[in-house]
């Protein structure tokens, strides 16, 4: 355990040349990176694992997110259009989901599982996301992304195996950060990008500030395009689908150039608080678990899906808390600062943002001895938005599993909502963030 970060006041005189440091070589560690380089600043990047690797399917960034990408270093958003996937059909170009009954609605007459609801499309700027090159839903592998951001990293400023334990400010104001495997490391600043299970965060926020559980697991399938097609339909298998049903729902978008369907399967815990007991975030599923879950859901969708479920179930876990991002030269950046749950496909995309704010911030302040000038007008900018992130998804969540208090299965009170939301995630105007947060430094 390390103490609090305490800052000094101390400013520089003989750290110049010291490099900032970025733990964790995540998404949002090297999107940051992309970006610093970008500014010729001098980093250094300390990724616990022994290389960068990403495992999971998609992930999904709304235009604006996309928009960071380009805003970060052009070559960065060339690389993402490359590998980017979207709906299939041209009508849906402005949809990023379309909604849809998974069972049946609980009401004589009602719609069956598997009808149509509604569109949730960009109904405001549609032709935004073509301008640059991509539609309103689009996703990229994981690991597709990955390599895309490593290709603009160059050799030689990386340290693998170098799992961040703490960090202690020197009497010349230069950081020394300490490892697991007992080396250390001299830096200017450091911004802790070490994802949900952070130890940076515990140097910025204290021992308090921890992920908890949101009362809500993942089942997940990666079903080859073909069975897709053959259970559901070619429409349904390739343009992003949301299947709502009562205390659970259901995602299914193509990934790959529609080479396959990403599932993802999220039931509810009932109740209003619940407790995660299992040291692993990640558990072994048995066979009938999945199902038990979904009894009485739309079939083809649900026998697909079993057929191609991963023996495991995944954990949500999120972040909501009110502390600082950074504390003297220490800042978080991406989960690490503000994990969410996925309802709202935004989590990698806030990362994004982040990075194309927090970049451009350090580059204005020039001398790292301002650098806590630069964290202070991130964290004032970027606080807000991804708190707000945070709590929207999870209230997302409760939409479409169609259990929020006073709205229930009201579907146009739930398509309202979400519409209000999406408009806010997408709608933001990056560059003007950027100099709002410029005008307090
Ligand atoms: C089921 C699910 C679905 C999701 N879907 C979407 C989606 O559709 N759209 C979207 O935008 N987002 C999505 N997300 C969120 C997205 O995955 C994250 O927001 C994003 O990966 C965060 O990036 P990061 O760089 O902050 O953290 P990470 O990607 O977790 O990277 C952290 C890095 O730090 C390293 N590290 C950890 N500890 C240490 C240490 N002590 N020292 C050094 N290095 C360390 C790790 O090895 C890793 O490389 C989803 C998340 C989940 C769980
Ligand atoms: C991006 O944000 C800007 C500024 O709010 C907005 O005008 C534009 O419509 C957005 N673009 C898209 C495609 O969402």
């Not at 990008?193 to 809500?216: F, H, L, N, Q, T």
């Not at 599993?401 to 709205?407: A, F, K």
Request: glycine share 10%; charged share 25%.
């Amino acid at each position: 355990m390390s103490p609090s970060f305490q800052p000094s006041g101390v400013t520089t005189r003989n750290e110049i040349g010291l490099p900032i440091a970025i733990v964790g070589g995540g998404l949002g560690g090297l999107a940051l990176a992309v970006g610093l380089l970008k500014h010729g600043i001098k980093i250094r990047i300390y990724e616990a694992a022994t290389a960068f690797s990403e495992i999971g399917a998609g992930v999904a960034f709304g235009s604006n997110a996309t928009r960071a990408l380009g805003l970060i270093d052009e070559a960065l958003l060339e690389g993402y259009k490359k590998h980017a996937t979207f709906n299939e059909n041209r009508d849906r170009d402005d949809t990023f989901m379309s909604l849809r009954w998974g069972t049946d609605e609980r009401r004589e007459g009602g719609k069956k599982a598997g009808d149509f609801v509604a569109e949730l499309k960009d109904k405001w700027d549609p032709e935004g996301a073509k301008k640059i090159g991509v539609r309103t839903r689009s996703c990229i592998h994981r690991a597709r992304l990955l390599d895309v951001l490593v290709s603009l990293i160059p050799e030689g400023i990386t340290s693998f195996g170098k799992s961040f334990e703490g960090v202690e400010e020197q009497p010349d104001g230069s950081l020394k950060l300490r490892f697991a495997d007992s080396s250390t490391a001299l830096a200017s600043a450091m911004i802790g990008c070490d994802g949900i299970k952070s130890k940076a965060r515990e140097v910025v926020c204290g021992p308090g500030v921890e992920a908890s559980y949101a009362g809500e697991f993942a089942y997940r399938a990666m079903v080859p395009r073909l069975v897709a097609e053959e259970s559901l339909g070619a429409e349904l298998a390739r343009n992003g689908q949301i299947y709502c049903g009562y205390g659970a729902y259901v995602v299914t978008y193509p990934v790959e150039h529609g080479e396959f369907t990403n599932m993802v399967a999220i039931p509810h815990e009932p109740g209003e608080t619940w407790a995660w007991d299992e040291e692993d975030w990640t558990v072994p599923a048995s066979g009938d678990d999945f199902p038990r879950h979904f009894e009485g859901w739309y079939p083809p969708l649900v026998d697909v899906i079993q057929q191609h479920c991963l023996p495991f179930k995944w954990a949500l876990f999120d972040l909501k808390h009110s502390a600082p991002y950074y504390s003297g030269r220490v800042c978080l950046l991406g989960d690490s600062a503000h994990a969410t749950t996925p309802h709202m496909g935004a989590g990698a995309g806030m990362a994004m943002e982040d990075a194309y704010i927090l970049s451009n911030l350090i580059a204005s302040v020039k001398e790292t001895a301002w650098i806590e000038n630069a964290f202070r007008a991130y964290d004032a900018v970027r606080r807000p938005r991804t708190q707000k992130l945070v709590e929207n998804s999870r209230n997302a969540g409760l939409l479409i599993d169609l259990i929020m208090p006073g709205i229930g299965d009201d579907t146009d009170a739930i398509v309202e909502r979400l519409d209000s939301w999406y408009h806010w995630l997408w709608h933001e105007d990056l560059e003007v963030q950027l100099e709002h947060a410029k005008g307090l430094l």
